[in-house]
Each structure stands twice: as C-alpha cells, then as structure tokens.
C-alpha cells in the first residue's frame, strides 16, 4: 500500500496507546503513525498496566486481543477513561458500541482513508480545536454568581458597584430567566445593609386579596382567618432589602399604596392604625415593558418613576454567548458541590449549545445542564445526546466509509447526469441561471466532465446556504450521505460555506 503522498494532516494529535498482542500487525501500524506524524506508544496486553491509562492523554486504538478476560479488563479501564477517544478493529464494535467515547471501527486491512477519518474524528472528539472551558476566578465574592466576561455582563457589574454604596431605589429590567434576583443579591450583599436581611417577594405569585396581608402585615381580627398578629415583609426587611421581584404584575391597588410608603417610608398593617417606620430599601424587578404599560394605564408613572431611579437592564444570553463556557462550567460545578455527579461535554457540544437562542436564557441553560447530569452521570455528552432543539453541529458519523476512487466517480457522474436530466424541473431563475449551458450542444462539442463539475459545486453551494453550513442536512437535501458530501467537499475544496 503505498502512502507517501497522504503525509497526516493530524499533527498534534497527544500520543496514540496502541494496544495490540499481534506482533507484525503491532510493528506495522507503528510504522505507518510514525510515517503519517502521529506519536504513539506500543503495548501488548501482557505489558498493559495501571501506569498507561494514567498516563493517557490521547486516543487509544484497541487492535487484536488475545485474551477474553484481557479484553474484559481493557474495556472496564475504558469505561471508567471515557474521556478518552477510542478505535478499535471493527471486531470489538458489539462491545464498543454502548461507549460515548468509542470514535469507530476499522477494517483490514488498513488504509489510508480510513484511518486518517478515524483520527479526525479522534481529534475533533478531544476538542484539539475547539473552545476550552476557562476555570473562573473565586476571589471575589460578590460577583461569584455572576459569571461571564462579556462586555454586556462587565456593564452590570460596573453598575451595581456604582448603586451598591447608596440607598437609591434600583429597577432591574430584562427577560425571564437572566438573573435579575442574583443582580439584586449582589446589590444588597455590597451595600451598608449587607449584614441585614434580604427579602424577596415575586408579586405576580402572590393573589392581588393576599398582597397587602403579605406586604403590610396584619393585626388580630383584621379579616377571616387572621387568627393572631403578623408582620409583614416590610417590617421583616427592616435595616435590609426588600426586592420586589415582576413588579410588572402588580395589582393597581396596590401599586397606590406602594407609592405611598416609597414617599412617606411609613405604613400601617391591615387593620390596625399604627403608623410603622420602613427603614427599607426597594429593589424592584419585572420583564415586562412598563413604558408600554403605563400607555396602556396598567401601570402607573408616578410609581414607576419612583422605582427607576438606578435601572440595570439585563442581558439576555443570545447577547452574550461568548459567556455560555464560562456559565455551563460554574452550573456543574454548583451541581457536583451539592453532591451530584460530573458530565463531560465535548466542545463540538458546547459550540452547538451557542448556536441555540435560549428562550428561557440562564435559567433554560441550567435547566438543560441538570437533565444531563440526571442522563449521562459521569458520561461523555456529544452533540447526539443532546435534546433536538439544542443540536446546531452534524451529528458525527464516527463509522468511516471508504469509497473507491472508481466508485466515488460514477457516483460522482451519476448524481450530477441527474441533475441534467432533471433540468426541466428547475424554476425560472434557475433556468436563467443554467440556460445558457444548456441550450443546446455547440457544433465544436462542451467539456461534459467539467460541466458536471460545475453544476454539482453549484448545487452544493445551494445546499449548504441552504441549511446554513450543516453538512449532515445539506446531505439530506441532495438525497445523498453525509460522507459522501463531505468527500465531494474535500475533492472541490469547499468549507461549510461553499467557498473554495
């Protein structure tokens, strides 16, 4: 088999652990890494030990074993390592196949394709280049539940370390699941009344009858069911904050006299006539638009202005995707501090999960984190164990396909004499676009191989436009499989833009 013109393009790949008992075959495929660039280390199951998988930091490659229980041990190591990529002869794939680290089988003999597929893949799972996962600083302690270090997150902590040191009223905007109750955490944790309580109350949780009971509180009597005396927030949040959380959801009753102790800082409880000093501050939060509301006369503008002295409005995660590793990283974490178990995910999966719009922002994110932790407890998570919607990458294909050159060719030919075929199918523009290449056959004759060349790239291009660079649906599109296009891809020299 002749390899000299297929010199690796996988440079920089970690070492490669070859296990592998037949001696020849072991020779062998040391040769052809060392020929192709790749570093490797050599082993028989005999030689096998605990000092290997320690030191493994690269795929592994489980050849021929002569050993049943040898292989049984070799599989427990892999399952315990499943950070590690592995290929194996073709053979071991029942067993392999439960594996989220197994990358594929191989068939003998080798060639270069196949293997030079298997090692992409090896490489692409090891996340060579892809995003890593910066571990985040823990030295401060206010902001250690913000996590981020976008420009969008670096503004809202420049604010509250603006707002923090006074007693202004803070309205805190932005859509559900952002984070506005931690920004209001961070407010009263820097603040002078730090060392009093926090109080938080969400106002749209609360029936509009029972609102005034729970903020005000109530003296003995005061109603039906009010058997003794009781404080209400307010009086609970003395010398601390008291956040307001979907203040959007507030009844206008109650909204008056809201207004009336953020003026005057003193109320009576419900039915009593004592009046009770409010040392508090107000930090209040909603999603909701309130300047549309108060067009709408659903919210009042006096109150309104009196909450919106210091507004901080909240990101949502679309605007600052660049901050997703940084938050998956702190959710496990968090995670396995209250005891639950790590997951792995590859980088292939964090680019796709940065791709998606999260909706529901930190909130659905950590949502998504937990189910994978309850699925794949101390697993590897690819692209494929994700939930469909979160899936933005292909789907990889880890089993390689070889395809003779003779093969791909008539395939080649086939798929694009087809497409000629099928021409009158095509609409107006495509008419318009192809019509002159074929109006008819030119008395000195056409370049039909090159034609067809032409018309497949074209098509190509329309496929991957189409479906936005994702290959596996591109594939679809063209009723062929993703293998095959991606070898069209390589022999056009085509990225997932169509550009040459």
């Given amino acids: 088999m002749f390899w000299g013109r297929y010199i690796s393009h996988m440079q920089g790949l970690t070492k490669i652990l070859v296990i592998e008992d037949d001696e020849k075959f072991r020779h062998d495929l040391g040769v052809i890494l060392e020929f192709i660039g790749e570093q490797y280390q050599l082993c028989s199951t005999i030689k096998l030990n605990d000092m290997h998988w320690k030191q493994a930091d690269g795929p592994c490659f489980l050849g021929n074993i002569n050993s049943t229980q040898s292989l049984s041990q070799i599989l427990g190591n892999l399952v315990i390592n499943n950070h590690i990529p592995i290929i194996a002869l073709s053979k071991h794939k029942a067993k392999l196949s439960g594996l989220p680290n197994f990358v594929g089988g191989l068939e003998q003999p080798l060639n270069y394709s196949q293997l030079a597929d298997a090692l992409r893949h090896c490489q692409e799972f090891l996340g060579k280049q892809a995003t890593n996962i910066a571990q985040l600083s823990r030295k401060n302690t206010l902001f250690r539940s913000m996590v981020g270090r976008s420009d969008a997150i670096s503004d809202v902590r420049h604010l509250i370390e603006q707002v923090a040191g006074t007693d202004a009223s803070v309205l805190i905007l932005g859509e559900s699941g952002t984070g506005k109750e931690i920004v209001a955490r961070n407010i009263h944790y820097y603040s002078r009344r730090g060392k009093g309580p926090f109080v938080p109350v969400n106002c749209g949780a609360i029936p509009a009858e029972l609102l005034e009971s729970e903020l005000f509180g109530h003296e003995k009597g005061a109603f039906t069911g009010a058997i003794s005396t009781r404080k209400g927030r307010f009086e609970l949040a003395e010398s601390g904050t008291l956040f307001l959380d979907e203040i959007g959801d507030m009844p206008p009753a109650m909204q008056v006299k809201l207004l009336r102790i953020l003026q005057e800082r003193s109320f009576e409880r419900v039915g009593g006539n004592k009046t009770i000093q409010a040392n508090v501050r107000v930090v209040a939060a909603t999603h909701r638009n309130l300047d549309s509301m108060?067009?709408?006369?659903?919210?009042?503008?006096?109150?309104?202005?009196?909450?919106?002295?210091?507004?901080?409005?909240?990101?949502?995660?679309?605007?600052?995707?660049?901050?997703?590793?940084?938050?998956?990283?702190?959710?496990?974490?968090?995670?396995?501090?209250?005891?639950?178990?790590?997951?792995?995910?590859?980088?292939?999966?964090?680019?796709?999960?940065?791709?998606?719009?999260?909706?529901?922002?930190?909130?659905?994110?950590?949502?998504?984190?937990?189910?994978?932790?309850?699925?794949?407890?101390?697993?590897?998570?690819?692209?494929?164990?994700?939930?469909?919607k979160y899936r933005y990458k292909d789907i990889p294909e880890f089993q390689p396909e070889v395809i003779s050159a003779l093969e791909n060719c008539e395939e080649l030919e086939r798929d694009a004499l087809s497409a000629v075929f099928t021409i009158n199918a095509l609409d107006d523009n495509d008419h318009q676009?192809?019509?002159?290449?074929?109006?008819?056959?030119?008395?000195?004759?056409?370049?039909?191989?090159?034609?067809?060349?032409?018309?497949?790239?074209?098509?190509?291009?329309?496929?991957?436009?189409?479906?936005?660079?994702?290959?596996?649906?591109?594939?679809?599109?063209?009723?062929?499989?993703?293998?095959?296009?991606?070898?069209?891809?390589?022999?056009?020299?085509?990225?997932?833009?169509?550009?040459?």
């Avoid at 919210?299 to 909240?314: A, H, K, T």
């Avoid at 994110?365 to 494929?384: G, H, K, S, T, W």
Wanted: charged share 25%; net charge negative; no cysteine.
């Fill in 433 to 500: 676009r192809f019509g002159n290449r074929f109006s008819g056959l030119p008395p000195e004759g056409i370049d039909l191989k090159a034609m067809l060349s032409d018309l497949e790239v074209d098509m190509i291009r329309q496929a991957l436009e189409a479906q936005m660079g994702i290959v596996a649906r591109a594939a679809d599109m063209l009723g062929m499989r993703r293998t095959t296009l991606v070898e069209k891809m390589r022999k056009y020299g085509l990225n997932r833009a169509g550009v040459a």
């Fill in 294 to 388: 108060i067009q709408e006369g659903t919210f009042r503008e006096d109150l309104f202005y009196r909450l919106n002295v210091f507004p901080i409005e909240m990101p949502a995660l679309r605007e600052r995707i660049e901050d997703i590793p940084s938050l998956i990283q702190e959710l496990m974490s968090r995670l396995e501090a209250d005891g639950g178990n790590q997951v792995y995910l590859t980088p292939r999966t964090i680019m796709s999960l940065m791709e998606h719009e999260w909706a529901g922002n930190v909130r659905e994110l950590a949502n998504l984190i937990e189910r994978l932790v309850i699925l794949y407890p101390a697993q590897m998570v690819d692209v494929n164990r994700l939930p469909k």
